[in-house]
C-alpha cells in the first residue's frame, strides 16, 4: 500500500537550518503536487509549500525566502530545505501529496508527521 513517510526533524537553536524528507513507497504509478503542511499547538495546520511535478513551486508569505521546497521524482521523494529557522516555525511538520498508486485510482495522502523544534 502506498503511503509517505517524512524524516528529518529535530531539535535546532534559532537561526539554524534542518531539512525534511518524505518518500512515498509502495507501487505508484506516478505523484502528481506534493506539499509540507505544519500545525503548531493549539493552531490549525496550515500549507507551508507546494510543488508541482514539474516542479513549480508555491510558498507560504511566512517562510518565504527561509524556505525551499523541491522533489526528486525518480525517487518519489520531496524535500523542504529550511534556513534561519524561528521559535515560530516550531510544529509538526506533515507531508501531502496526491498519489496514483497501482491498482487504484488517485488518492490524497498524509505523512505522520514529524516535529520540528526551534529553540534555544
Known amino acids: 500500500q502506498a503511503q509517505l513517510v517524512e524524516s528529518g526533524g529535530g531539535l535546532v537553536q534559532p537561526g539554524g537550518s534542518l531539512r525534511l524528507s518524505c518518500a512515498a513507497s509502495?507501487?505508484?504509478?506516478?505523484?502528481?503536487?506534493m506539499g509540507w503542511y505544519r500545525q503548531a499547538p493549539g493552531k490549525q495546520r496550515e500549507l507551508v509549500a507546494d510543488?508541482?511535478?514539474?516542479?513549480?513551486?508555491k510558498y507560504a508569505d511566512s517562510i518565504k525566502g527561509r524556505f525551499t521546497i523541491s522533489r526528486d521524482n525518480n525517487k518519489n521523494t520531496v524535500y523542504l530545505r529550511m534556513n534561519s529557522l524561528k521559535p515560530d516555525d516550531t510544529a509538526v511538520y506533515y507531508c501531502?501529496?496526491?498519489?496514483?498508486?497501482?491498482?487504484?485510482?488517485?488518492?490524497?495522502?498524509w505523512g505522520q508527521g514529524t516535529q520540528v523544534t526551534v529553540s534555544s
Open positions: 501531502n501529496a496526491d498519489l496514483w498508486p497501482t491498482g487504484y485510482s488517485w488518492r490524497n495522502s
Open positions: 509502495g507501487s505508484i504509478i506516478t505523484i502528481g503536487r
Open positions: 510543488i508541482t511535478h514539474d516542479g513549480t513551486a
